[in-house]
């Protein structure tokens, strides 16, 4: 079974000319990217193409016909408003119709993900947060899912709702960058080589957490990603394989241990150097083999017994 990946993209008026001709060679440069590896990697890939502008719709299913998927999106245009939501919940139905598991070596499983590009305000903010909702973790059981669905959320030029893609990012577990709409095939070139790292390491599941194992990876694939960014895939990656959630089903909330939500800070035998960014934490696990753990700045785990606890 291929991978599964939906591209959710702003056809709004906003994008005529300059817009439109990057995206389209951003996700030029992501079909190569992914016609590659399925070629040198074994690992395929089907792609389907969502737009929201003028028109709402799924312009390509989910396919490995990837000159179909190039020839859908030349096709597409500029022009009308920004109805996010009504594209998101286009994304969510393909899915539905369409989406399966890819199962990697080692029977490490992996998603569908969405990958949502927009560079202005949406039509109704509200509604977004409802849609990004239904696809992770606190609802997809309601809407069919089989399983939570992470977004990648990539917002380009000035007018993009930052805080919106922020929300929705946290909200599948997925990840969010913001940059010049030039930068694009970037992005998408990030997505691809985070997908060659999972099949790279697919058999240790302790490389695929490692940031660091991250970071090499890409610098020797010519990436120079910020730690922003960085932190992004790996939470994007964690979401899609569904392994990692499986490797924490047996923690467990001790008796002996502050409660699950507390808060914490850096304590006197901290040596994690300036990885929680000298701000609070919280505690997200207690691991039943005595590993307990935080999460400081929302993103890195740590021992509790480096951390003091806030009154």
Avoid at 10 to 27: F, H, I, P
Avoid at 39 to 58: C, Q, Y
Avoid at 193 to 210: K, N, P
Avoid at 282 to 301: F, M
Wanted: net charge negative; charged share 25%.
């Amino acid at each position: 079974m291929p991978l599964d990946t939906v591209l959710c993209l702003d056809t709004s008026g906003s994008m005529a000319g300059r817009g439109m001709r990057e995206l389209k060679k951003a996700v030029r440069e992501f079909i190569l990217g992914v016609q590659e590896t399925a070629s040198k990697h074994n690992l395929r890939e089907n792609v389907g193409v969502v737009e929201f502008g003028a028109k709402t719709r799924i312009v390509q299913p989910l396919t490995n016909n990837y000159g179909a998927v190039l020839r859908a999106v030349d096709n597409l245009n500029a022009g009308g408003s920004t109805p996010m939501f009504e594209g998101l919940m286009e994304a969510l139905k393909e899915v539905l119709q369409n989406g399966g598991v890819l199962v990697l070596s080692g029977q490490k499983k992996m998603t569908p993900r969405v990958i949502l590009m927009t560079d202005g305000h949406p039509d109704d903010k509200e509604n977004v947060l409802k849609a990004a909702l239904s696809f992770g973790p606190a609802g997809w059981q309601a809407v069919g899912l089989p399983h939570p669905i992470p977004i990648a959320c990539v917002g380009c030029g000035g007018d993009v709702d930052g805080d919106l893609l922020q929300a929705v990012a946290k909200l599948t577990n997925g990840m969010y960058v913001q940059g010049d709409i030039g930068q694009l095939s970037e992005f998408f070139r990030r997505q691809v080589l985070l997908i060659r790292f999972a099949a790279q390491f697919s058999h240790d599941m302790r490389q695929l957490r490692d940031l660091m194992v991250l970071r090499q990876f890409l610098a020797q694939m010519g990436e120079s990603v910020d730690e922003d960014e960085l932190v992004g895939l790996k939470t994007l990656l964690l979401a899609m394989l569904l392994c990692a959630a499986d490797d924490d089903s047996d923690d467990e909330e001790l008796d002996n241990m502050p409660p699950l939500g507390s808060r914490v800070r850096r304590g006197r035998d901290w040596k994690w150097g300036n990885q929680d960014g000298q701000g609070p934490g919280t505690v997200v696990r207690h691991k039943s083999d005595g590993e307990h753990a935080c999460n400081e700045g929302d993103t890195t785990l740590f021992p509790l017994t480096d951390c003091s606890f806030e009154t």
